[in-house]
């Protein structure tokens, strides 16, 4: 199993451009996750998206996972520069990406440190 995660929040990028990523309509979400089954070859696929962070998690069987064909994608929903999203994501894998998602959950990666909200989120 090879796990990955993009991640833009507060630390890495503006409310506005995290605005940007949100989806305004459930089909469109869908799509989006959708195209990234489809072109990765995710096995599992999961979308954090609070007002301060958009998090795309991701199980897949085999390691051939391309976080720049995903970015593209991202930029592709966003209407945005390919490069201003490159610029803004943190891209963790395997360890990285597990170590990423418990400090997320723990809330050690919040605004406001120690805030319970973010459990409940994901």
Do not use: W
């Amino acid at each position: 199993m090879h796990f990955f995660i993009i991640s833009f929040s507060h630390k890495n990028s503006s409310a506005t451009f995290r605005d940007s990523l949100t989806f305004k309509h459930d089909s469109d979400k869908e799509q989006f996750l959708q195209t990234i089954f489809q072109t990765q070859n995710v096995k599992e696929l999961l979308l954090l998206s609070t007002c301060n962070r958009f998090e795309l998690i991701g199980v897949s069987e085999h390691e051939a996972i391309s976080p720049q064909k995903v970015l593209e994608d991202i930029a592709t929903h966003a209407s945005t520069d390919v490069n201003a999203v490159k610029e803004r994501a943190e891209v963790y894998v395997n360890l990285g990406a597990i170590h990423h998602l418990f400090t997320v959950a723990s809330s050690l990666d919040s605004l406001v440190l120690g805030e319970t909200q973010i459990v409940g989120q994901m």
